[in-house]
């Protein structure tokens, strides 16, 4: 005799574990979100590597460090004769890398063993993949905003950066920077590059990204965080330099991407889009009812076509 399959009553550790696996899943999901709506990372004094704590946070949304971000200053003027000195002790002012070509500013200090690390890090990587060289068609300027930092460190780090770089000719394009408070103060202000230092562990809470400014010193470009896109910093260095340098398929890129402020990176213009492709159809269809339109009047020019027959006469 048969005996018919009783269903399977799950147990209360069954349950149990189900529930557990749904409430991780709805936070995994939940902190993805979140992170996905971040676009600038902090560092934070007191914990990790170094005593930075990563954090991130969303401009404009939502804001737990007030004393610590960036404020755009787009197409605001750069203080040039603010006075440093480079990675040689040799005083220098900002308008000894201006003047000629697009400029990368980073703000880093040399001594961070955490998040300033990422982003000049982050930095190398992106300027690796560019088809442009620093030197050539832009230069690169990371000043220390740490007034406690002299040249013998920033030699040091522009030696590691460089190596890293590993690209012939460049030494010239990618200067490291000192200076002292006054002037650290008036370029972090002209920026909006908003830091705290805390006495206790030793350590800056700080911002991560950099900028792109035009010959004249104007800040035309900010990219958040610790990844910079190359196709945007591409396209940031082309727009700075108003068409200066780049190609055709730059400029054709510019229409269809446009730089959003607020996200820090470039989106793809739909609009845009739609009308190049309405154009570029307008076009072919114009085109093709020309074409028809003079063979048509080819045919008329030459007069009827004769008649064959198959008869005899």
């Not at 902190?31 to 971040?38: N, Q, R």
């Amino acid at each position: 005799m048969r005996h018919a399959m009783k269903p399977h009553c799950p147990n209360v550790l069954e349950k149990t574990l189900g529930c557990m696996l749904r409430q991780t899943v709805g936070l995994a999901l939940t902190f993805a979100s979140f992170m996905s709506l971040s676009s600038i990372v902090y560092a934070l004094p007191g914990a990790g590597p170094g005593g930075d704590m990563l954090a991130f946070q969303k401009p404009a949304l939502f804001n737990p460090f007030p004393d610590v971000g960036f404020d755009q200053r787009l197409n605001e003027q750069l203080p040039l004769d603010l006075a440093f000195t480079d990675e040689t002790g040799k005083a220098v002012q900002l308008r000894d890398y201006f003047g000629e070509k697009p400029v990368i500013l980073s703000l880093a200090y040399y001594d961070c063993s955490m998040l300033c690390t990422l982003v000049l890090n982050g930095l190398v990587r992106t300027l690796r993949t560019l088809a442009f060289s620093a030197g050539t068609e832009f230069n690169v300027l990371t000043v220390s905003f740490d007034a406690r930092e002299k040249s013998p460190l920033a030699a040091e780090k522009r030696k590691t950066y460089l190596e890293a770089y590993n690209r012939p000719g460049t030494d010239a394009g990618w200067h490291f920077l000192t200076g002292d408070e006054a002037a650290i103060q008036q370029l972090t202000k002209a920026v909006g590059f908003r830091y705290s230092y805390d006495q206790a562990s030793n350590q800056f809470a700080h911002a991560s990204g950099i900028m792109v400014l035009t010959p004249q010193g104007r800040l035309s470009h900010y990219f958040f965080g610790v990844e910079y896109s190359p196709r945007d910093v591409r396209l940031g260095l082309v727009e700075a330099s108003a068409g200066k340098i780049g190609s055709a398929v730059d400029q054709i890129l510019l229409l269809c991407f446009h730089y959003d402020p607020a996200a820090g990176k470039y989106g793809l213009l739909i609009l845009r889009i739609v009308q190049i492709s309405g154009f570029l159809t307008m076009l072919a269809l114009g085109t093709y009812v020309l074409t028809m339109l003079r063979r048509e009047r080819k045919l008329q020019a030459g007069g009827p076509t004769p008649a064959f027959s198959t008869g005899r006469s």
